[in-house]
Nanobody, 124 residues
Framework: QVQLAESGGGLVQAGESLTLSCRASGGNTVNTMAWFRQALGKQREFIAAINRAFSTTYGDFAKSRFTISINDTRSIAYLRANDLRPEDTGVYFC???????????????????WGQGTRVTVSS
């Protein structure tokens, strides 16, 4: 059974950058990995995804300030967030799927494995 563990969250000032990590362990090799976030009282929001071919897709709000990447063994996914704003505050979740293919699902239903999340707080 694959498990995901996020790290790298914390408190930052507006305008600063942050890199989150998501480590996959156990079970089968994951294929597509993704990042979502959820602000207090809001629905979970798609940020970005990367597949086994290292192709990526982003949510509209994320295209200019967020970058997703993954290491060569596809065991660690990263999310680099630049120029952070107070509205970026929330819990950031890593998600993955072991389904074969080059999918890049932009919705929660595309992923069956989730981490516990890491909290990011951006102060103004």
């Amino acid at each position: 059974q694959v498990q995901l563990a996020e790290s790298g969250g914390g408190l930052v000032q507006a305008g600063e950058s942050l890199t989150l990590s998501c480590r996959a362990s156990g079970g089968n090799t994951v294929n597509t990995m993704a990042w979502f976030r959820q602000a207090l009282g809001k629905q979970r929001e798609f940020i970005a995804a990367i597949n086994r071919a290292f192709s990526t897709t982003y949510g509209d709000f994320a295209k200019s300030r967020f970058t997703i990447s993954i290491n060569d063994t596809r065991s660690i996914a990263y999310l680099r967030a630049n120029d952070l704003r107070p509205e970026d505050t929330g819990v950031y979740f890593c998600a993955s799927t072991v389904r074969m293919g080059l999918y890049l699902p932009p919705s929660e239903s595309g992923y069956e494995i989730w981490g516990q999340g890491t909290r990011v707080t951006v102060s103004s």
